[in-house]
């Protein structure tokens, strides 16, 4: 193929956009030093060899898990060299973007230490896990229960005698199974077990348990440990070692539990400290919210990719003497707008939501627990409305991107293997939104008691106006009126969260009302969420919004995602009488409307997320969108394109052939 001049495809696109798109790259980093911290790791990440990573398809296990662990180290070699900060360290691993046992040491094990330990325990622990002395991961599922965690069955049984603890996997099912980092690389983990003193079980809690030398990295006597085997898709979350762990009577010191929440004497005594027990779930709490946040990551680095590949690619029609750009299908923008809108609704309910956790913390040491059920509430909900909105749009990306969307050069097949277990874990997905259901039934019934509901959930103070008030559009533009459309989605979700709570109180047992109506429920807190990020949005757009044209084209974006929501849910709407048919009717038209605003932009929209051709992994959301010539490259340089005539040709191609020769002369 001959050499081509560097040439940006997408030249024209970016040349129409109506805002200054330095402005929304910061908007959309968070601010200047978050733009600038992650643009200096993306570039370093990208321009290292180490990192590469096209090859992840194509390697069998041991050689990817190999890689993994070459880059992992090599990640901690740079970032000691370089005198990384925390948050520097944590940008670079992000954009070498392969999954490993350093996301569960730094992402589950120090912040359970942190969460669950005592200062002494902190104090002992931390400083080996900050320098990887150590390598820890958070062993909580087991082989027979993952949701229910209150069903665990390893057993931690003090020893008073030799003030020890212990661990023990009494049944099949109570192997630990699926924590990340387990299966090889780690040295230590947080075990959850059932605590047992003088013949008594008091629950669940967590345990620090050495499992492998730190000489020769061999399992320690009583440890039976492996990896759980190949999971879906080829690369993608394989380079995890995801484990599984058996002990058999594995005795760790008494000050290896962790106490935060409950201690146990030298003489074996339990005691409850002032600190409420669902502390324990803590972890599972702040690692919801980082979710969150990689969420808006991951369906915007598909977005991008379906959105630049839309400009580029065209079939059918005519225009200016072309074919028509798919992306001018209106077919395709009501497809593909939503989910832009949406990538940009989650990064902000993910800012907002990384506020309420350190406001929650913050609390929390202060000792006020009051807004601790809002808190998992919030991270449970959205974790859950989040993961799905975004597995679900990385597949839709790869349908908007036609067959070449199917290719792994598109980057998008092991975008969404390794996305889709989001779905399941740090909590299944409808377990979750029941979660959310149960705490708005409590919130309502607790309404007549004079208990106000907070953060979220205040609009159900407004409760008898949201049950009857009529939705105020009378003209299509009145659609466009934040106040106008947040209303609604109250009004929706109050309606529907009224009409289960009575539906409920017909059970003479709650626990059966809550068994029979589930799929209702789930209803319910979807439609809460959606609410939530609907208000995030709006109160983003109330702030400061600084450079040419950008908040206009948020606050497009903005209308874009509720409008959109509105009619996927048009259902909840009209049984709700929350609006008529024919307001139904003009929000369709504004959305029309709305995609044609966004279309000139839409390129320089998804330019302003910044991410370089290493991350984003795809020929077809290359920067320059010069994607055939590159799609042919990738096509060459797959292993069975090295010989002309493939292997197994004589054994298995030619006798066949052959055959078919003789008969065909017969
Ligand atoms: C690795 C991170 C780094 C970066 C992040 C980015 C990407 C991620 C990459 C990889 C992720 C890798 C690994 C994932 C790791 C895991 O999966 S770890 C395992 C996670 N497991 C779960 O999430 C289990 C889900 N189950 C539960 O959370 C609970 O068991 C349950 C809440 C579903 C039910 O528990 P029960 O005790 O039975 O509960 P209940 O009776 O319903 O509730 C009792 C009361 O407690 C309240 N509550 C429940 N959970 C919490 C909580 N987390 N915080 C605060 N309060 C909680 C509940 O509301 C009840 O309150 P009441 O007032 O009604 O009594
Ligand atoms: C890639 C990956 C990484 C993981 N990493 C870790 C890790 O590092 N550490 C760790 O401890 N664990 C880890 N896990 C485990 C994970 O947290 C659990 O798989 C998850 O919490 C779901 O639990 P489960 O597998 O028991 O699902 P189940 O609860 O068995 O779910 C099966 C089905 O039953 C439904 N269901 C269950 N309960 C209810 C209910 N009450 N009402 C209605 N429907 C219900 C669910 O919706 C689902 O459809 C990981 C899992 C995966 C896939």
């Known amino acids: 193929m001959e050499a081509e001049a560097a040439v940006d495809y997408l030249v024209d696109e970016r040349s129409?956009?109506?805002?200054?798109?330095?402005?929304?790259?910061?908007?959309?980093?968070?601010?200047?030093?978050?733009?600038?911290?992650?643009?200096?790791?993306?570039?370093?990440?990208?321009?290292?060899?180490?990192?590469?990573?096209?090859?992840?398809?194509?390697?069998?296990?041991?050689?990817?898990?190999?890689?993994?662990?070459?880059?992992?180290?090599?990640?901690?070699?740079?970032?000691?060299?370089?005198?990384?900060?925390?948050?520097?360290?944590?940008?670079?691993r992000f954009f070498v973007d392969e999954p490993a046992y350093?996301?569960?040491?730094?992402?589950?094990?120090?912040?359970?230490?942190?969460?669950?330990?005592?200062?002494?325990?902190?104090?002992?622990?931390?400083?080996?896990?900050?320098?990887?002395?150590?390598?820890?991961?958070?062993?909580?599922?087991?082989?027979?229960?993952?949701?229910?965690?209150?069903?665990?069955?390893?057993?931690?049984?003090?020893?008073?005698?030799?003030?020890?603890?212990?661990?023990?996997?009494?049944?099949?099912?109570?192997?630990?199974w699926w924590p990340g980092g387990l299966g090889r690389a780690s040295t230590h983990a947080v075990v959850f077990a059932r605590l047992i003193t003088d013949g008594k079980d008091h629950g669940i809690n967590g345990f620090i348990v050495q499992l492998r030398s730190l000489d020769d990295h061999l399992p320690l006597p009583g440890i039976i440990i492996g990896d759980i085997g190949m999971k879906f898709g080829n690369g993608a979350y394989n380079t995890m070692d995801n484990g599984f762990?058996?002990?058999?009577?594995?005795?760790?010191?008494?000050?290896?539990?962790?106490?935060?929440?409950?201690?146990?004497?030298?003489?074996?005594?339990?005691?409850?400290?002032?600190?409420?027990?669902?502390l324990l779930y803590g972890t599972m709490v702040y690692v919801r919210q980082t979710i969150v946040a990689d969420a808006s990551c991951a369906l915007s680095r598909a977005v991008c990719i379906a959105t630049r590949y839309s400009a580029v690619r065209r079939q059918f029609g005519s225009q200016n003497g072309h074919e028509t750009q798919v992306i001018d299908?209106?077919?395709?923008?009501?497809?593909?707008?939503?989910?832009?809108?949406?990538?940009?609704?989650?990064?902000?309910?993910?800012?907002?939501?990384?506020?309420?956790?350190?406001?929650?913390?913050?609390?929390?040491?202060?000792?006020?627990?009051?807004?601790?059920?809002?808190?998992?509430?919030c991270t449970a909900g959205l974790k859950s409305l989040t993961t799905s909105v975004t597995a679900d749009a990385i597949e839709e990306c790869r349908k908007l991107c036609g067959g070449h969307g199917y290719l792994c050069s598109s980057g998008l097949p092991e975008l969404f293997a390794v996305y889709v277990p989001a779905c399941t874990y740090e909590g299944d997905n409808i377990v979750l939104l029941l979660q959310v259901a149960r705490f708005l039934m409590k919130t309502v019934s607790q309404l007549g008691s004079g208990e106000r509901p907070v953060g979220t959930t205040?609009?159900?103070?407004?409760?008898?106006?949201?049950?009857?008030?009529?939705?105020?559009v009378q003209g299509a533009e009145d659609w466009l009126k934040p106040d106008v459309v947040v209303q609604l989605f109250e009004a929706r979700s109050a309606r529907m969260t009224v009409a289960c709570a009575k539906s409920l109180s017909k059970f003479s047992k709650p626990e059966d009302g809550f068994m029979d109506l589930s799929a209702d429920l789930v209803s319910v807190a979807t439609a809460h969420c959606q609410l939530i990020v609907v208000s995030k949005f709006v109160e983003k757009l109330q702030q400061d919004i600084p450079g040419e044209g950008v908040k206009q084209q948020l606050e497009a974006l903005c209308s874009i995602y509720a409008l959109s929501l509105l009619k996927k849910h048009l259902g909840d709407f009209l049984s709700t009488s929350c609006i008529t048919s024919k307001q139904a009717s003009l929000a369709n038209d504004v959305l029309r409307s709305l995609y044609s605003q966004v279309r000139p932009n839409a390129i320089?929209?998804?330019?302003?997320?910044?991410?370089?051709?290493?991350?984003?992994?795809?020929?077809?959301?290359?920067?320059?969108?010069?994607?055939?010539?590159?799609?042919?490259?990738?096509?060459?340089?797959?292993?069975?394109?090295?010989?002309?005539?493939?292997?197994?040709?004589?054994?298995?191609?030619?006798?066949?052939l052959k055959q078919r020769l003789r008969t065909a002369r017969l």
Request: charged residues 25%.
């Open 329 to 377: 299908y209106r077919t395709q923008q009501s497809r593909l707008f939503p989910l832009l809108a949406s990538a940009y609704a989650f990064r902000f309910v993910g800012e907002w939501l990384k506020w309420l956790y350190m406001d929650v913390t913050q609390r929390l040491q202060a000792r006020d627990f009051s807004t601790l059920p809002e808190a998992h509430a």
């Open 604 to 656: 320089a929209l998804v330019d302003a997320f910044n991410y370089t051709d290493h991350f984003l992994g795809s020929v077809l959301g290359r920067y320059d969108g010069n994607v055939y010539p590159k799609l042919y490259e990738e096509a060459l340089k797959d292993p069975l394109n090295e010989s002309v005539v493939p292997d197994g040709y004589h054994e298995y191609l030619q006798p066949v």
């Open 102 to 176: 350093t996301d569960l040491h730094w992402g589950m094990f120090i912040p359970v230490i942190k969460g669950q330990g005592t200062e002494e325990q902190r104090k002992k622990w931390l400083p080996m896990a900050y320098r990887m002395q150590i390598i820890g991961c958070y062993a909580q599922t087991e082989l027979g229960h993952g949701s229910n965690v209150q069903g665990l069955e390893t057993t931690a049984t003090f020893d008073p005698e030799l003030d020890e603890f212990v661990i023990h996997s009494p049944t099949l099912t109570s192997s630990k």
């Open 458 to 472: 205040t609009y159900l103070l407004r409760l008898e106006h949201l049950l009857q008030c009529p939705c105020d």
């Open 16 to 92: 129409k956009a109506q805002f200054d798109i330095d402005a929304m790259k910061i908007i959309w980093a968070g601010g200047k030093h978050e733009f600038e911290v992650s643009d200096r790791m993306a570039r370093l990440v990208a321009s290292d060899p180490v990192f590469r990573k096209d090859n992840r398809a194509i390697l069998d296990r041991k050689e990817l898990f190999k890689n993994t662990l070459r880059k992992a180290a090599h990640a901690w070699k740079r970032i000691i060299e370089l005198r990384l900060s925390e948050q520097e360290a944590s940008k670079l």
């Open 245 to 278: 762990l058996r002990f058999d009577h594995v005795r760790i010191p008494r000050d290896q539990m962790l106490m935060r929440v409950k201690q146990v004497t030298r003489e074996g005594k339990v005691v409850q400290s002032d600190v409420p027990w669902q």
